[in-house]
């Protein structure tokens, strides 16, 4: 093979491999953005979801029966009516009933919370004294709440201004 040949040749490959590293640069670079990008985006993600607490629940249902209730089992704790949003919380998660010995949660009546593979309610009222750690969502009739059953959740609630500076 001539000299001018294998010249011509070298410098194809020089070329061809300059061109496959800037290719490459521009890829880790684009790369380089994109992760950028993900870390600003989790460190807002993360800013939002720190302003949540979670509680493990384990979850009942409830009907405005007089074997379920008090004397106006309309009527919840909070004053309001029942409706398909109603949760009642077990008294150590509602803030107006907790003991001196244990952590406030925050959550009040009228709080809106969100319970994983349920759905969104509304803290209106509170379960029996002797149950810790739960809810009972309300139903319209027996057969509802029979068929809920009883679930495990995870109550996801926002977390007060106040505690921020206790956690």
């Excluded at 010249?7 to 490959?13: A, D, E, G, R, S």
């Excluded at 460190?43 to 509680?55: F, G, I, T």
Aim: hydrophobic share 35%.
């Amino acid at each position: 093979m001539k000299k001018s040949t294998i010249c011509f040749l070298f410098i194809v490959f020089i070329l061809f491999s300059v061109g496959m590293l800037l290719n490459n640069l521009q890829k880790i670079e684009n790369l380089t953005n994109e992760i950028d990008s993900l870390q600003t985006e989790n460190k807002m993600l993360k800013e939002v979801v720190d302003q949540y607490d979670s509680k493990k629940v384990v979850l009942t249902a409830y009907n405005s029966l007089k074997n379920q209730t008090d004397d106006t089992p309309f009527i919840t704790a909070s004053g309001s009516r029942t409706s398909v949003q109603t949760l009642a919380l077990t008294q150590d998660l509602v803030s107006q009933y907790i003991q001196d010995n244990l952590p406030d949660t925050g959550i009040s009546f009228g709080d809106t919370v969100h319970i994983i593979m349920v759905k969104t309610f509304i803290v209106e009222d509170i379960k029996h004294n002797r149950y810790l750690q739960g809810g009972d969502i309300w139903t319209e009739n027996y057969a509802d709440a029979m068929k809920f059953g009883i679930q495990n959740g995870y109550l996801i609630y926002k977390r007060k201004e106040n505690q921020n500076e206790q956690n």
